[in-house]
């Protein structure tokens, strides 16, 4: 009896540390695409025109004489169409970028649901690991639910509790990172 409890044991060890480390890579990788999506990327044309922007408004600002104004004026004027060229490729560009990353988090939120459910349905009543009972001596109960009895002073951890005590610690570790 005392090798089938140390068998179980030593096979279901590598679960809790890969599982914990699975929730905090998908939890890195989810706020990667959330940052993507904020953030976006400079095109070429958007340099290009935030520069011939700026080269326009510093050719004005030289231009301070009053036989010069008509000219300064048109460069003004030349450079304000420019930014509303400019503000007009990147709302568009923004809402481009807004609907593939909406489409790349959907199929992420699906791989991570299908991923967690097939961890449920793979350690469904059997113990991810095992911790000495007077380190979770109040909260025990609740982290072996649907684990099994305690073994040796022992108690069981169950997925779902495993599940959800890494989600809100990978979410903290986000949080700080």
Do not use: H
């Amino acid at each position: 009896m005392e090798e089938i409890e140390t068998l179980g044991e030593v096979a279901s060890f590598p679960a809790a540390p890969f599982i914990f480390f699975m929730v905090i890579a998908f939890q890195f990788a989810s706020k990667w695409l959330q940052d993507l999506k904020k953030k976006g990327s400079r095109t070429d044309k958007e340099v290009l025109l935030q520069g011939e922007i700026k080269q326009l408004l510093k050719e004005a600002s030289s231009l301070s004489q009053p036989s010069t104004f008509a000219q300064a004026a048109k460069l003004r004027r030349t450079a304000a169409a420019k930014e509303k060229e400019l503000s007009n490729y990147q709302e568009q560009r923004s809402e481009e970028i807004k609907l593939s990353y909406d489409l790349y988090l959907k199929a992420f939120f699906i791989t991570k649901i299908a991923t967690y459910f097939m961890l449920i349905v793979w350690y469904w009543r059997s113990p991810v690991a095992s911790v000495p009972q007077n380190l979770v001596q109040p909260f025990g109960r609740f982290l072996s639910w649907k684990a099994g009895a305690s073994l040796n002073d022992k108690i069981m951890i169950g997925i779902i509790p495993w599940l959800i005590l890494s989600m809100r610690v990978s979410r903290y570790v986000c949080r700080i990172i």
